[in-house]
Nanobody
Framework: QVQLVESGGGLVQPGGSLRLSCAAS????????MGWYRQAPGKQRELVAV???????NYVDSMKGRSTISRDNAKSAVYLQMNSLMPEDTAVYYC????????WGQGTQVTVSS
């Protein structure tokens, strides 16, 4: 049974930081491209950052310089460090695992507000 479990979301003030974690089980983690997506109310889900099995990372333009995606294959985990958060970063953040198949976590809420 495949599970992706996100954690680390919450309420943060503008300019603050959060570190999201995603723990994967039931997949050959090291083979998967791992990504973080987000969906704000009334908007489509969008890619935030992705890291390949080889460790190459890419970011949506709005998060470049403010976020870092990383992975720990030994722990089957992927992380998203977000800094200088803005109210427009408010969304549900989802972990994604993609290789032959595509898997999603249940999401974690990030709210940026004073």
């Amino acid at each position: 049974q495949v599970q992706l479990v996100e954690s680390g979301g919450g309420l943060v003030q503008p300019g603050g930081s959060l570190r999201l974690s995603c723990a994967a089980s039931g997949i050959a983690f090291s083979m998967y491209t791992m990504g973080w997506y987000r969906q704000a109310p009334g908007k489509q889900r969008e890619l935030v950052a992705v890291i390949t099995s080889g460790g190459s990372a890419n970011y949506v333009d709005s998060m470049k310089g403010r976020s870092t995606i990383s992975r720990d294959n030994a722990k089957s985990a992927v992380y998203l460090q977000m800094n200088s958060l803005m109210p427009e970063d408010t969304a549900v953040y989802y972990c994604n695992a993609n290789w032959v198949l595509d898997f999603w976590g249940q999401g974690t809420q990030v709210t940026v507000s004073s």
